[in-house]
Structures are given as structure tokens and as C-alpha cells.
């Protein structure tokens, strides 16, 4: 359990945005970018550089980019 409290996703208008997505697909924010929500700018900041960097950086294409984010992460036991 968590022991900072951290804002709802839709306690600000700015939140309510940064946070749609993740709530369209009906699943939480991330722990790693959540805890941001004190500061919707560095968190809006954050989310920006990382579809930057991950995304969009080579000719692949965003498909086989997810697919090789998602391998990558499954072979790391990554969970998150």
C-alpha cells in the first residue's frame, strides 16, 4: 500500500486530461507516472518524453514498436 496520497484522476481539469486514456481502457495509472499527479506539469512533461524516446523513432512504425515494447517487457518480467 502506498503511503503518499496522491489526487484522483479527475481532481483537475488538467489531471482529468492526463489521465483520460488510462481511464478509457478502464485501467490505472501507471505507479511510475502516477505519482506525478501533484504536478500535472511535470507529469504532462514526462508522458510527452516518453511517447518521444519510445515511440516514433525509427521507420518500424508504431505497431512493431508496441510489439517489441511488449516482448522486451515480457522477457524482463517486467509488470508494469
Known amino acids: 500500500m502506498a503511503w503518499i496520497d ?3 484522476d479527475d481532481a483537475t481539469p488538467a489531471l ?3 489521465t483520460r ?3 478509457k481502457q478502464n485501467r490505472p495509472v501507471p505507479s511510475v ?3 506525478m499527479k501533484p504536478n500535472p506539469a511535470a507529469m504532462r ?3 510527452a518524453m516518453n511517447s518521444g ?3 516514433g523513432g525509427s521507420s518500424l512504425g508504431r505497431r512493431r514498436e508496441e510489439l517489441i515494447a ?3 517487457s515480457a522477457l524482463n518480467d517486467c509488470f508494469y
Request: net charge neutral; aromatic share 10%; no cysteine.
Open 6 to 8: 496522491l489526487p484522483d
Open 16 to 18: 482529468e486530461r492526463l
Open 21 to 23: 486514456t488510462y481511464r
Open 33 to 35: 507516472v502516477a505519482i
Open 45 to 47: 512533461g514526462v508522458l
Open 53 to 55: 524516446v519510445t515511440f
Open 70 to 72: 511488449t516482448a522486451t
